[in-house]
């Protein structure tokens, strides 16, 4: 495990408006536009927080036309999460 590329995700995730962005993409991918009405916000806002995800390798994104659409990259994001539970408080300390 890369503790300062680990660190750097978790600061990225560590903005509630980018957390809310993972949410909604684990639900199922969307486009900006999309993004834009779910958070209430304007399409630059939207767009910095996803630049901010996707150099942190959290989101992927693809073109569909005129759209550029983004859903979570599972393999890190999954990975960021199991080990955080791995290091969950009440986990036993003899495993960590």
Do not use: W
């Not at 995700?9 to 684990?26: D, E, Q, S, Y």
């Not at 859903?71 to 955080?84: A, P, R, T």
């Amino acid at each position: 495990m890369d503790i300062e590329q680990t660190s750097a995700r978790l600061k990225a995730l560590g903005h509630p408006t980018r957390l809310r962005i993972i949410h909604f993409l684990k639900e199922e991918g969307c486009c900006v536009s999309e993004l834009e009405r779910k958070l209430d916000l304007r399409q630059s806002n939207v767009s910095q927080h996803l630049r901010v995800l996707r150099d942190m390798d959290l989101v992927q994104m693809r073109r569909e036309g005129q759209q550029i659409c983004y859903s979570v990259n599972e393999e890190i994001v999954n990975d960021l999460v199991h080990s955080l539970e791995d290091h969950h408080p009440d986990s036993d300390p003899a495993t960590v």
